[in-house]
T-cell receptor, first 109, second 114 residues
Framework: AQRVTQPEKLLSVFKGAPVELKCNYSYSGSPELFWYVQYSRQRLQLLLRHISRESIKGFTADLNKGETSFHLKKPFAQEEDSAMYYCALNTGTASKLTFGTGTRLQVTL | DSGVTQTPKHLITATGQRVTLRCSPRSGDLSVYWYQQSLDQGLQFLIQYYNGEERAKGNILERFSAQQFPDLHSELNLSSLELGDSALYFC?????????????FGPGTRLTVL
């Protein structure tokens, strides 16, 4: 069964510090991975997908098939990055998104 | 507001009862997804409809059912409610049938079963 693991419930960093939100998945084939974000009082929304290889709001994520990881990174955290982040996996065969339990990022001054 | 809408926002009911949650997708979107988020759990996919037809099924209990109507709005019916059904229920919509299409989420319905 496909599974997504986000080991940290809460990640607290100082403004300007680097951020790495961890995501590991279990699937032996070619996965599609996503990061969704929910800011305070807003709806869950797509942040980025690995297939696009883009940087959104300064965040990037690289798919590492060897380590089955898709960590979300940003070199310098901003206060407005404080939010709940969910990693999600689609394996194509299952025709569904499997979400991790989420990591709350807290950026403090 | 042309985004995904969900009603009601909050619902409090008793064990054994039946409730209906409603979702209207974004204008033009044909897919509707239902998710359940319990305390300390990630979003659990329940079911997807595309243009009126069931397209994919997740961990949806037999006590739960859903449908998508000709106007594309969807309803999730939860019956014989148990305490463990208390959760946030999210609806999402997307333009196409693939779950990898960007999904746009509604604000959720918070269900409390007492």
């Amino acid at each position: 069964a496909q599974r997504v693991t986000q080991p940290e419930k809460l990640l607290s960093v100082f403004k300007g510090a680097p951020v790495e939100l961890k995501c590991n998945y279990s699937y032996s084939g070619s996965p599609e991975l996503f990061w969704y974000v929910q800011y305070s009082r807003q709806r869950l929304q797509l942040l980025l997908r690995h297939i696009s290889r883009e940087s959104i709001k300064g965040f990037t994520a690289d798919l590492n098939k060897g380590e089955t990881s898709f960590h979300l990174k940003k070199p310098f955290a901003q206060e407005e990055d404080s939010a709940m982040y969910y990693c999600a996996l689609n394996t194509g065969t299952a025709s569904k998104l499997t979400f991790g339990t989420g990591t709350r990022l807290q950026v403090t001054l | 507001d042309s985004g995904v809408t969900q009603t009601p926002k909050h619902l409090i009911t008793a064990t054994g009862q039946r409730v209906t949650l409603r979702c209207s997708p974004r204008s033009g979107d044909l897919s509707v997804y239902w998710y359940q988020q319990s305390l300390d759990q990630g979003l659990q996919f329940l079911i997807q409809y595309y243009n009126g037809e069931e397209r994919a099924k997740g961990n949806i209990l037999e006590r739960f059912s859903a449908q998508q109507f000709p106007d594309l709005h969807s309803e999730l019916n939860l019956s014989s409610l148990e305490l463990g059904d208390s959760a946030l229920y999210f609806c999402a919509s997307s333009a196409g049938p693939q779950p990898t299409n960007e999904q746009f989420f509604g604000p959720g319905t918070r269900l409390t079963v007492l």
